[in-house]
């Protein structure tokens, strides 16, 4: 507890070995609220500091976390092919407004196998110009592969950015059988 009686925030935090590489993980008792894509130490070190100063609590490692345990479980089951879906609290304490709006929908109405284009995701929103926007709303996304983001693909067939990397969206979409595996 803090000096005013309330339970302090606790983040914890764990690195799970994926086939695109390590992720790491991050909770608070609020749910999942951080993904990162090629968590190496110094990437990993750096996205603590900035979840320490976002949610004013310095993150501790703890994989056996029952915070984090449901989550590890499930992103392990997916990336074997095993889930398609994740049903995991989530903290969208990290995003808000058009970006968690865009976030939410992508969630709930992009199911695994699809992908939808950015102005269509737009549009979804109530905002059928803000394509760019959403794209904005992508690269902010603090939750990709659970909150799928590698799902949403340039209208005229092109894949679109990534956060993650081209390579990492492909493999991604190639999971979910939506494009073919790499030859090599």
Known sequence: MDSHGQDEQRVVWAVVGTAIGPLMLAATREGLVHVVFHATDAVRDSALERLASRLGSEPVEDPGSPLLAEAIR???????????DFELP???????GFNREVLRELASGVPYGTVVGYGDLAGRVGQPG????????MGANPLPVVVPCHRVVESGGGIGGFGGGLETKRRLLALEGVLPEPLF
């Open 74 to 84: 499930q992103v392990e089951a997916y990336f074997a092919g095993e889930r398609k």
């Open 90 to 96: 989530l903290d969208w304490s990290l995003i808000s």
């Open 130 to 137: 803000a394509a760019q926007a959403v794209g904005m709303a």
